[in-house]
């Protein structure tokens, strides 16, 4: 069972930047990738940005540009630079990891709030 752990969210003005850092109670460099998502109120969770075992990565179109998702696999640890941040970037952000081949196992962290707003 891979346990999940966000940290850094919390309350920034509209421009200003967070880094968010998941870390993993697995060596995470045998994971298929790691993502994180997130969750405004009243929509769906929506992927934010994706990296791979490989170090490829893909991001959303709204957040191109603007986020950078990296990974240390010394540290198990996941990370969201997120910069220029808007009010729309308001959501709850959720880390997520996919493990197995064949056979895949999805696993979730609890969550961690951002809120952009002045």
């Known amino acids: 069972q891979v346990q999940l752990v966000e940290s850094g969210g919390g309350l920034v003005q509209p421009g200003g930047s967070l880094r968010l850092s998941c870390a993993a109670s697995w060596n995470i460099f045998s994971f298929n990738a790691m993502a994180w998502y997130r969750q405004a109120p009243g929509k769906q969770r929506e992927l934010v940005a994706r990296?791979?075992?490989?170090?490829?990565?893909n991001y959303a179109d709204s957040v191109t540009g603007r986020f950078t998702i990296s990974k240390d696999n010394a540290k198990n640890t996941v990370y969201l630079q997120m910069n220029s941040l808007k009010p729309e970037d308001t959501a709850v952000y959720y880390c997520h990891a996919q493990v197995g081949n064949p056979a895949v196992t999805n696993y979730w962290g609890q969550g961690t709030q951002v809120t952009v707003s002045s």
């Open positions: 990296i791979f075992y490989g170090g490829s990565t």
